[in-house]
């Protein structure tokens, strides 16, 4: 059983920088691929990334292509998520999970991001 928690949260001015932490517990973390999905208030859980457990393959959702970047440490039991030319609608809670037989599970308690204009 993995188990996640997010890091690196914070506020920043819009056009900044941060980049968020995934650290995994337990020996599995490598054999499944990740995702990164955020929450803003009043919306919906969304997806924002995925990268395959290899590290070799990621995808992303069309608003923060070219601005965020997903990267993975294996070794480490870490995931990233860099996350640059930040903009106020990126405010969010950001959460990680792995994606398993039934689905994306395992959620971290998330780390709220908001950027300021």
């Known amino acids: ?18 980049r968020l932490s995934c650290a995994a517990s337990g020996r599995t973390f490598s054999r499944y691929a990740l995702g990164w999905f955020r929450q803003a208030p009043g919306k919906e859980r969304e997806f924002v990334g995925r990268i395959n457990w290899s590290g070799g393959v990621r995808s992303y959702t069309a608003s923060v292509q070219g601005r965020f ?6 070794a480490k039991n870490t995931a990233y998520l860099q996350m640059n030319s930040l903009r106020p609608e990126d405010t969010a809670v950001y959460y990680c999970a792995v994606e398993g037989d039934r689905g994306w599970g395992n959620w971290g308690q998330g780390t709220q991001v908001t950027v300021s204009s």
């Open 69 to 74: 970047a997903i990267s993975r440490d294996n």
């Open 1 to 18: 059983q993995v188990q996640l928690v997010e890091s690196g949260g914070g506020l920043v001015q819009a056009g900044g920088s941060l």
